[in-house]
C-alpha cells in the first residue's frame, strides 16, 4: 500500500498559475490510478482530476476542464495538478489519492474506488 503527501498549496491571485505535487512512498506505486480531490468549506468533496496507471489517459472535471492538468512519473512516484487560471471558487483544500487498479491505461471514474489519501494541502485564490 502507498502513503501519500501533498504539498504546492499556498495563496495565488486570481488568474494565476499553481502546481500541486504529491508524492507516494512504496515499490507498488504505478499499481494505483490516481485522482485529486477537492474540498471547500460547507462543501462535500469534488473528484476533479484522474489519471491512469501508466499516465497515459487523464480526465478533468468540467469547471476546471481546459485549466487543470493532471499528470504523473512513476520514476519518481510523484503526481502533479497544475493549475492555471485560478478563480476564487477553485479555494480549498485538495487531497490527492489512489485506487487500485488491475487495467494500466483506465482511469478510475467512481470517487468511491479510491481509498488511499494523503492529508491534503490548502490553496486559496484570492478575488
Known amino acids: 500500500q502507498v502513503q501519500l503527501v501533498e504539498f504546492g498549496g499556498g495563496l495565488v491571485q486570481t488568474g494565476g498559475s499553481r502546481t500541486l505535487s504529491c508524492t507516494a512512498s512504496?515499490?507498488?506505486?504505478?499499481?494505483?490510478?490516481m485522482g485529486w480531490f477537492r474540498q471547500a468549506p460547507g462543501k462535500e468533496r469534488e473528484y476533479v482530476a484522474g489519471?491512469?496507471?501508466?499516465?497515459?489517459?487523464?480526465w478533468s472535471t468540467d469547471s476546471v476542464k481546459g485549466r487543470f492538468t493532471m499528470s504523473r512519473d512513476n520514476d519518481k512516484n510523484m503526481v502533479y495538478l497544475q493549475m492555471n487560471g485560478l478563480k476564487p471558487e477553485d479555494s480549498a483544500v485538495y487531497y490527492c489519492?489512489?485506487?487500485?487498479?488491475?487495467?494500466?491505461?483506465?482511469?478510475?471514474?467512481?470517487?468511491?474506488?479510491?481509498?488511499?489519501w494523503g492529508q491534503g494541502t490548502q490553496v486559496t485564490v484570492s478575488s
Open positions: 512504496g515499490r507498488t506505486f504505478s499499481n494505483y490510478a
Open positions: 489519471v491512469s496507471r501508466v499516465g497515459t489517459r487523464s
Open positions: 489519492a489512489a485506487a487500485e487498479s488491475a487495467y494500466t491505461d483506465f482511469i478510475v471514474y467512481n470517487p468511491h474506488e479510491y481509498n488511499i
